[in-house]
């Protein structure tokens, strides 16, 4: 079930972070555990900020179902070149305005990987999606 | 220690209060954003050089118990307003964060 939609505009730095806490406080009212709301967090601040640095701008969905939370960051366009060497740690087109913002590092896809349940990336010229997936109680 | 205690015992001023009887579990020090996102944790003390908007959203998705700015580095207006709203603890250090951090290490973190 779709819950929210957002929308996020390129180049935006004023409103960065405000949509992953925003879904941080939704994941905490769904009584999701500590350890999966701070997974929450830095997963989605990081796909922000992508979107905010490298993106023309594009939608967050926020969905639910009765395991899983999902979020599908979704914009349209440049575009990933190639996957394999953005997933690469260190690996970065980020421009020096953004580096010097401390943006940049290269860290932020292998960041969402790690701290996401499910990960799906997608992505040509006309736009990336990426999709995460948060299962809604720790297995034990 | 709390962050009011670390207040007290270092001379650092408030640059924003938020909860400062919070306790401070560690330190973390870093610039890059997404290798603090990466490694800091819940409760520890962020020592940045960095001061725009974005350390705010960083330490309030963290759970930072409180920022620490080095080199009596300020926060804009804009920037503080933003940590008012969130209630995020910010002091300043004179000290660079070498000396900074050399500090909080005779303090017995
Ligand atoms: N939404 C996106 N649109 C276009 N390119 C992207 C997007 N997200 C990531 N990238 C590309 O993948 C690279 C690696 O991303 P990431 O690991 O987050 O590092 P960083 O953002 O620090 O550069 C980026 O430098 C950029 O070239
Ligand atoms: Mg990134």
New interface residues.
């Given amino acids: 079930m779709l819950i929210k939609t957002y929308e996020l505009t390129a180049d935006d ?2 409103q ?3 949509i ?2 925003d879904i ?1 406080k939704i994941a905490k009212g769904y009584g999701m555990s ?1 350890e999966t709301i ?1 997974r929450v ?2 997963a989605c ?2 796909a922000e ?1 992508n979107m905010i640095i490298h993106s023309h701008g594009g939608q967050i969905e926020l969905s639910i179902d009765d395991e899983w939370f999902n979020i599908a960051f979704k914009d349209v366009g440049p575009g990933i070149e190639n996957i394999e060497l953005a997933m690469k740690p260190g690996w970065s087109t980020a421009d020096v305005v953004a580096q010097n ?3 940049g ?4 896809l292998p ?1 969402i990987k ?1 701290n996401s349940d499910t990960f799906n990336l997608f992505s040509d010229p006309n736009g990336t999606l990426l999709q995460l997936g948060f299962k809604r109680k720790d297995t034990l | 220690m709390t962050i009011k205690e670390l207040h007290q015992k270092t001379d650092w001023p408030f640059v924003m209060q938020g909860n400062i009887d919070q306790p401070i579990t560690g330190i973390h020090t870093g610039d890059l954003l997404s290798y603090v996102m990466g490694h800091g944790k819940t409760g520890q003390a962020w020592i940045t050089m960095q001061t725009h908007q974005n350390i705010i959203a960083i330490a309030s998705l963290k759970e930072f118990s409180c920022i620490i700015l080095i080199d009596d580095n300020d926060l804009d207006q804009q920037t503080l307003g933003i940590a008012a709203d969130n209630e995020i603890n910010v002091l300043k250090s004179p000290l660079d964060a070498f000396e900074t951090i050399k500090t909080l290490v005779k303090l017995g973190f």
């Avoid at chain 1, 590092?105 to 932020?108: N, Q, T, V």
């Fill in positions: 730095f004023t960065a972070g405000s992953s806490s941080r500590q701070r967090a830095v601040y990081e900020i913002m401390g943006f590092a290269g860290l932020g960041n790690k």
